[in-house]
């Protein structure tokens, strides 16, 4: 997909976020209670978001993207960085003054379920928003309205969460989150709930709401297809730290990281041949703890493309190796050259079987 209404090509992104950490403290004791340490969940992270585009921010579960999206929102306050929306630092922002920029930023959460106060009817839901904001006008009109926009009939308006399917009470959700005619949407696994049919017309009305209204997205997933469909800007994220960012197409065309080489070769292709034959990185052991992180890369411990130098002391920036590909990877254009060779131990000890099995 490309930017929709609203892009800003070449002037300053709408959200731009600055080296920004969320560092969770880890206590000790009962009566004197101290902080031993801290589970850095957000880790020192630069990412932009122009205007009327989508950008996706993709990564194993617990490397930080959730709690990305709500530092951004300060529904989570950032340990230190900088977060900036339309020109203004939200950090230098009081309790009013934040709430009333909200209105312009939004967030459709993971579960439509838990995000959606079962005591409450959907017409209570959707105006809910509006009274907290003060929004004069017609209410039941402006509900009817974003039903309609969600496609859901205006009898919803009277029923309850518990009433309806999994994609339905998604659609009320985003139908919450553009109550207020945001600016930008924080849409954090807006489908990885649902079944994978429902998904592609979750995935199809954020789409059609963006062109219609020129919203700015920041799609948080670990599912690389969908990201890959609805993104013009990815961002892999890994333990904390952003390790490739580059356009929708660079990027499954070409990753440059090996922790995204292997993501890719884990998505099954739709054809037996090619998948029977290709092959596969997998990566040895578990994501190192986040109150732990490994020294120099954080992703050395699991790295099948791992030197012996550098890898283990020195931390990788996140620099571009072409343009508009930013890769934080000390031996990135050596690994995509072919000069760097992974480890015999890295590839799928079953991919020979498969090939060698008559179909």
């Known amino acids: 997909m490309t930017a929709g209404a609203g892009a800003t090509t070449g002037d300053a992104p709408l959200l731009a976020v600055h ?12 009566i004197l209670e101290r902080q031993v340490g801290a589970v850095r969940a957000v880790d020192g992270v630069d990412l932009a978001v122009p205007g009327g585009a989508t950008v996706g921010l993709v990564g194993e579960s617990g ?10 929102l300060r529904l989570v306050e950032p340990t230190a960085g900088r977060v900036v929306f339309d020109g203004t630092d939200l950090q230098d922002l009081g309790p009013e003054e934040m709430r009333r920029i909200r209105r312009r930023m939004q967030m459709v959460f993971q579960d439509p379920m838990s ?5 409450q009817n959907i017409s209570s839901i959707l105006t809910e928003p509006l009274r907290v904001h003060g929004i004069a006008g017609d209410r039941s009109a402006r509900v009817k ?25 998604q659609r009320i959700g985003i139908a919450r989150a553009i109550a207020l005619e945001p600016e930008l949407i924080i849409a954090d696994e807006p489908v990885s709930a649902l079944d994978v049919s429902i998904q592609a017309q979750v995935v199809n009305l954020l789409e059609e ?11 948080i997933a670990h599912d690389l ?16 730290t952003i390790v490739e960012r580059a356009s929708s197409e660079d990027l499954y065309e070409q990753p440059y990281h090996p922790y995204t080489i292997a993501l890719m070769s884990a998505v099954p292709i739709p054809d037996p041949v090619v998948e029977d034959t290709r092959e596969r990185l997998l990566l ?36 571009e190796v072409v343009s508009g590909h930013a890769v934080a990877c000390h031996w990135a254009e050596a690994i995509r050259a072919g000069r760097i060779s992974p480890s015999a131990s890295a590839f799928d000890p079953n991919a020979e079987a498969r090939r060698s099995t008559p179909s």
């Open 19 to 30: 080296d920004l950490e969320v560092h969770f403290p880890i206590t000790s004791g009962i």
């Open 209 to 219: 709401l963006q062109d219609r209204l020129g919203l700015t997205y920041l799609v």
């Open 115 to 119: 995000s959606l106060d079962p005591r």
């Open 284 to 319: 040895a052991g578990d994501v190192p703890s986040p109150a732990d992180p490994p020294s120099g890369c954080r992703f050395h411990t699991r790295c099948p493309f791992r030197q012996p130098t550098r890898c283990d002391d020195e931390r990788p920036a996140l620099r």
């Open 225 to 240: 297809a969908v990201v890959r469909h609805i993104s013009d800007v990815v961002a892999v994220m890994y333990l904390g």
């Open 145 to 169: 309205e974003l039903l309609d926009v969600v496609g859901l009939p205006a009898s919803a308006a009277s029923r309850y969460p518990h009433e309806f399917s999994g994609g339905q009470r």
């Open 63 to 72: 490397c930080g993207k959730s709690t990305l999206g709500r530092a951004v």
